[in-house]
């Protein structure tokens, strides 16, 4: 049985930093994809970043990209978003999940939620202005 855990949310004004963590286990594929979603209040879930365990291969949502980092602890199962000049419309409830077992070079496909299986409980991440 698949089980995720996010960690690492929290409070942090406008300009900072913050890292979220997945801890993944249980994943028995040999490539697989672990993805970072978030919903906002009154908002639909949106994909934000995704890392394929091949190369690994990482994908982001132009919304994020160069502002978001994400990185594979093979060893320890651990999946991080790295967030930097954190803004307000970055408030939501994150969080990650395992998806696609293929590889696709597209971006849309990777982070498609209807993709994704197995989900974590979400941590808050609020940035004040």
């Known amino acids: 049985q698949v089980q995720l855990a996010e960690s690492g949310g929290g409070s942090v004004s406008s300009g900072g930093f913050l890292t979220l963590s997945c801890k993944v286990s249980g994943v028995t594929h040999k490539y697989y994809t672990i993805g970072w979603f978030r919903q906002a209040p009154q908002q639909e879930r949106e994909g934000v970043s995704c890392?394929?365990?091949?190369?690994?291969?990482?994908y982001y949502s132009d919304s994020v990209k160069g502002r978001f980092t994400i990185s594979m602890d093979v060893p320890n199962s651990i999946v991080y978003l790295q967030m930097k000049n954190l803004k307000s419309e970055d408030t939501a409830v994150y969080y990650c999940?395992?998806?696609?077992?293929?590889?696709?070079?597209?971006?849309?496909?990777?982070?498609?939620?209807?993709?994704?299986?197995?989900w974590g409980q979400g941590v808050q991440v609020t940035v004040s202005s």
């Open positions: 999940a395992t998806g696609p077992t293929f590889f696709s070079p597209d971006a849309d496909v990777m982070l498609n939620q209807h993709l994704y299986d197995a």
């Open positions: 890392i394929f365990s091949s190369e690994p291969t990482t």
